[in-house]
């Protein structure tokens, strides 16, 4: 619970229907001008495919989406997967997303140009050797608050979102 305590001190709010006990993380919301900075960070435009690793809500996919890029979002827990369906099809943005119930550890991300995370270092490290084996060269990746162990990002921005809470992100790209 210590790990939930720490989340929710950064500024997130944990999904009633999780456990925290249950994924690679726990579902934590992503304020809107985070997901703002993680899309811009990673350059994403019209050409992209953006898959986010525990979608939740789908609000990474969705922001990518109406900005031009297509996108996947991938979650376990069906009941965030039918929020982030009904939650795209009211941002209009329907046709240009996919929600999957799948599990992050062993869906295929070949398709994938950028690569979005909200999970726990622990969880990253463990994805690590799928994302280098399956993205293409010039595919990016952008982790929140977490890094990837010894894997040095190429750009890391320390900013205060609009709440004042203390954020991080990481990127990456595949060579």
Known sequence: MRLVATLLAAGGALHPTVSAQTQLAPFVVTPPDVVERMLRLASVGPSDVVYDLGSGDGRIVIAAARIGARGVGIDVDPMLVAEARANAAAAGVGDRVTFRIEDAMTTDLSDATVVTLYLLAASNVKLRPRLQAQLRPGARIVAH?????????????????QQGAARTLFLWTIR
């Open 145 to 161: 608050n977490f890094g990837m162990g010894d894997w040095e990002p190429e750009k890391v921005e320390n900013f205060r979102d």
